[in-house]
């Protein structure tokens, strides 16, 4: 089994779930991609949607930006359930974000980081989610 199928797999991604992609490029995983779609049976959204989604994908490069505010964006599409998973290149890979940097934005915008592992030969997956607040 290819690593990709494997890392889509540790992401519990499920049949009928849709999918949006923030931040694809040249660079990201065309089989890691492919997985996804095969496995949830519906396509990536890669635009703008007014659909709200299961989970977030964004691929993010240092360079790329301020990622608070890429979270901030993805979570007005996501559903209350859903995750964001923020996808970067392996230490030692062109583009590679130090996990220090997605650990100090997701706080600071009311998400926990509850994973990381490879998900692909040159890429990383953090998972994100809601801070869950206590019931008054």
Do not use: C
Request: proline share 3%.
């Amino acid at each position: 089994m290819s690593t990709s199928r494997l890392g889509t797999e540790k992401m519990g991604l499920v049949p009928g779930e849709l999918i949006l992609e923030i931040g694809g490029g040249s660079d990201a995983d065309q089989s890691l991609r492919a997985s996804i779609e095969a496995i949830t049976g519906t396509s990536i959204i890669e635009d703008e949607t007014n659909e709200v989604v299961d989970a977030v994908i964004i691929w993010w490069r240092e360079g790329d930006g301020e990622l608070e505010d890429e979270l901030v964006d993805a979570l007005t599409y996501l559903s209350e359930a859903g995750s964001i998973w923020v996808l970067t290149p392996k230490a030692g890979r062109d583009g590679h974000v130090e996990p220090s940097d997605i650990q100090d934005a997701a706080p600071n915008v009311g998400l926990s980081q509850t994973s990381t592992f490879a998900v692909a030969s040159d890429w990383t997956a953090t998972r994100l989610v809601a801070r869950k607040t206590a019931k008054r």
